[in-house]
């Protein structure tokens, strides 16, 4: 049994044009046929995948039981992985808070621009006397992502926010796979379409 209350069985559909709907004539960096043919006409192919995902509720004001130090920390559950990944931000641990993503996400984290320092700086300021409470747990595929808030003491509500968590190596993990992922991005609208070019005709 979940703890939490599922409300909706959602799909994203991402529509991917197949070529181009374009009238001009194509480059001349492609070799003219060397027998007569028709003048050319324009098509377009149509391919769309579908997202499927669910989304599930918590039930009450889900607070974020943190810990001090890194040896209690559990990798069972997304929720547990999110646990250990702020209970480093409020202790102000970079190695934990490192440890708590996927290999390929700790990977891309070091190589950006933010030092360790400046991003120490930034939790101490941008977390301090506030807590985390889940919001919402929404499964698609392999991935589950947790929605949460970060409130003062008072429940005003600084941020709202997106986590992705894949199991890798019989942990779960916070990964950055889903960066770019339409349910990532917007599973609150299952409404959502995207159209995206799969391939153009090349252009003058």
Known sequence: ???????????LIVTFYL???????????LP????????PKFAEMKEEAVYQYQVMEYKGRVKLDLIKNESDAKYDTPEDALTSLFSAIYEGNYNWWLNSWTKESQRELEEEQISKDELLKEWESFYKDHYIALISRIE??????????VASKRNKIKQRQT???VKEDGR????NELSADPVFLYWQNSNYKAFKVGRELIKE
């Open 1 to 11: 049994m979940k703890s939490a209350e599922t409300f909706i069985l959602a799909l």
């Open 19 to 29: 070529s181009s709907t374009s009238t001009e004539v194509l480059s001349e960096t």
């Open 32 to 39: 003219e046929p060397i027998y007569k043919t028709t003048w």
């Open 140 to 149: 698609t595929g392999k991935y589950v992502l947790l929605y949460y808030n």
């Open 163 to 165: 986590i992705a968590f």
């Open 172 to 175: 779960w993990l916070a990964t």
